[in-house]
Nanobody, 121 residues
Framework: QVRLVESGGGLMQPGGSLRLSCAAS????????MGWYRQAPGKQRELVAT???????NFADSVKGRFTISRDNAERTVHLQMNSLKPEDTAVYYC???????????????WGQGTQVTVSS
């Protein structure tokens, strides 16, 4: 019943910007970590950026200085502002959250369906 719904993906030229958003819904007690992972064709899914409920952030080295993550705990949303996009940023971007629910107070990992980001001329 818990869902993570992403939006904001699309096609952008190199050097451009995109803003991804993810909203969590369902029966939720709390959300610990929220963030973004990405998976390019033929490659492993990799961390892009995460933020905790205390707003501690973790970025992949490849996106530091270009991407910014933000979180609104009340709205149960997380955003990824992607600037200075490069072709190598092309991937499916997945929202991630570690969520406690009434049926699983210990918490579980949840994933969105993914949103395509394509950086190309």
């Amino acid at each position: 019943q818990v869902r993570l719904v992403e939006s904001g993906g699309g096609l952008m030229q190199p050097g451009g910007s995109l803003r991804l958003s993810c909203a969590a819904s369902g029966s939720i007690l709390s959300i610990n970590t929220m963030g973004w992972y990405r998976q390019a064709p033929g490659k492993q899914r990799e961390l892009v950026a995460t933020t905790t409920s205390g707003f501690k952030v973790n970025f992949a080295d490849s996106v530091k200085g270009r991407f910014t993550i933000s979180r609104d705990n009340a709205e149960r949303t997380v955003h990824l502002q992607m600037n200075s996009l490069k072709p190598e940023d092309t991937a499916v971007y997945y929202c991630y959250a570690m969520i406690r629910t009434p049926s699983n107070y210990q918490g579980s990992d949840y994933w969105g369906q993914g949103t395509q980001v394509t950086v190309s001329s």
